[in-house]
């Protein structure tokens, strides 16, 4: 009821803008927090299990779940939760088992059967052991009190236990994490490899546009005869079944269809779409409008959500004949890549010493869309004004406000081959953009600078 009371209690606090709600969603919390405190001194088994017991007249919503939907950030930190979540995040696996053997048993899983592991719970007053079913099944464990403890030891060579220890290890969550953890890896190696050298067009183009330096100098070699390498190079993609065409440079050799790297990839981000569709109809909600909601009120799952949809415009965009197409293709699919690495970062928040700095990059990423607001000003007040007062009059152009960009941006990190530009302008003009970039470097690159500084 006072985690009810809490999460009724900020969410109105939120909406009307009202402190006196504040208040009473924080002494609401506290109240939670010392029955927690309270329960757990009397009975740390009961306490634990009610933590996690499904109440069928809250849509069999738990005091976890409660507690989670209302930012109760007090109660969560509480050692009774903490320690049911260390116990649901080691599974069966002693906790004081180092994580480098765990991690090399992720490697070695015949290794994994020889771990110590939590089996039974003894009673020290008359020695006779019996096994809690309940906490079997909520893949439980508890920690020594005053009548009981956990004896954790290693039982005789056995090659059913063996291979139940195995499975064991298998179904923890700390395990499936870094296995999930690899395989992402994985996805982005083969991702990367796709954009930086398997990705060929399935047409004859001309190579015009959406060239690299690299591209447009193997264009030039290619036509000056120059390129000793090529048949050979012709002759491997031959052989591997591209049937590629040479009258291009590498990148914009023809090909007859996708590589198979692509199909794998496809494959990948698939599976990865029934993961997010599965987790989508898991949301618990009175309706499938509010489970959306819900859905996508998480930040990781938006990015989900773009980072796939992406991937199949782009992918789509290949198999279209037109030239800008194909490039339009490369760029979004790079665009793809870097959300899917961003991704990473989630991964990581589940390790103790990233977690945290996780959450401080949050915020000051929050904070930093205010001091670039300032920012911006400052930037395209000098910049258009120099560059004006540099260049003169110019015809319109879609680049002239990446020029302008170009122009002020990094002169904050100590570029300053503008100011070879009009260094012997002794005209007004120059004396002017000379003032100017004096007042920009003193506002943007002491104050500005000093104040994200003091500000993070």
């Not at 990839?265 to 409008?289: M, N």
Request: net charge positive; proline share 2%; glycine share 4%.
């Amino acid at each position: 009821a006072a985690l009810i009371a809490t999460l009724l209690y900020k969410k109105h606090a939120h909406k009307e803008h009202d402190n006196s709600y504040k208040k009473l969603a924080v002494d609401f919390e506290n109240l939670a927090v010392q029955i927690l405190d309270k329960f757990y001194q009397v009975n740390s088994q009961a306490c634990t299990k009610a933590i996690i017991r499904r109440i069928p007249i809250w849509g069999n919503a738990t005091w976890l779940d409660l507690a989670v939907a209302a930012d109760a950030k007090e109660f969560i930190a509480r050692r009774a939760v903490q320690d049911l979540l260390n116990n649901i995040w080691f599974g069966y696996i002693d906790q004081r088992t180092s994580h480098m053997k765990i991690i090399f048993s992720t490697w070695m899983i015949l290794y994994s059967g020889f771990l110590h592991y939590n089996y039974e719970l003894v009673q020290e007053i008359d020695q006779t052991t019996f096994l809690d079913e309940e906490n079997k099944k909520l893949n439980l464990t508890e920690y020594q009190t005053s009548e009981k403890k956990w004896i954790v030891y290693r039982k005789r060579p056995g090659l059913k236990l063996y291979f139940i220890n195995i499975t064991r290890f298998l179904h923890t969550p700390y395990v499936k994490y870094l296995y999930n953890l690899y395989f992402h890896m994985i996805f982005l190696l083969i991702f990367s490899y796709v954009i930086l050298c398997d990705f060929f067009p399935l047409y004859g183009f001309p190579i015009d546009i959406c060239v690299s330096a690299n591209d447009s100098q193997d264009h030039k070699e290619n036509f000056a005869g120059k390129n000793d390498n090529q048949p050979s190079i012709n002759n491997s993609l031959i052989r591997n079944g591209y049937n590629a065409s040479t009258s291009g440079s590498y990148g914009f050799q023809q090909h007859k269809r996708p590589s198979g790297t692509e199909f794998v990839l496809l494959i990948w981000i698939f599976t990865l779409v029934c993961e997010e569709i599965r987790q989508l109809f898991s949301t618990e909600a009175q309706s499938k409008q509010n489970a959306i909601i819900a859905y996508f009120k998480i930040f990781w799952n938006k990015l989900d959500a773009l980072a796939i949809v992406l991937f199949f415009i782009g992918f789509t965009l290949r198999f279209i004949p037109i030239t800008e197409c194909y490039c339009a293709a490369r760029i979004v699919l790079s665009v793809d890549l870097t959300l899917w690495f961003m991704r990473t970062l989630d991964m990581f928040a589940a390790v103790k010493r990233l977690g945290p700095k996780l959450i401080m990059i949050g915020e000051m990423v929050n904070d930093l869309r205010f001091f670039m607001t300032m920012f911006i000003v400052f930037v395209l007040a000098f910049g258009v004004s120099s560059y004006s007062l540099i260049h003169g009059i110019q015809k319109f152009s879609w680049h002239l406000p990446r020029n302008i960009i170009n122009h002020a941006y990094w002169q904050i990190f100590g570029d300053l081959n503008t100011l070879e530009t009009f260094s012997n302008n002794y005209q007004a003009n120059g004396y002017v953009a000379f003032i100017l970039l004096v007042a920009y470097m003193a506002v943007v690159s002491i104050l500005l600078v000093n104040l994200l500084i003091a500000m993070f």
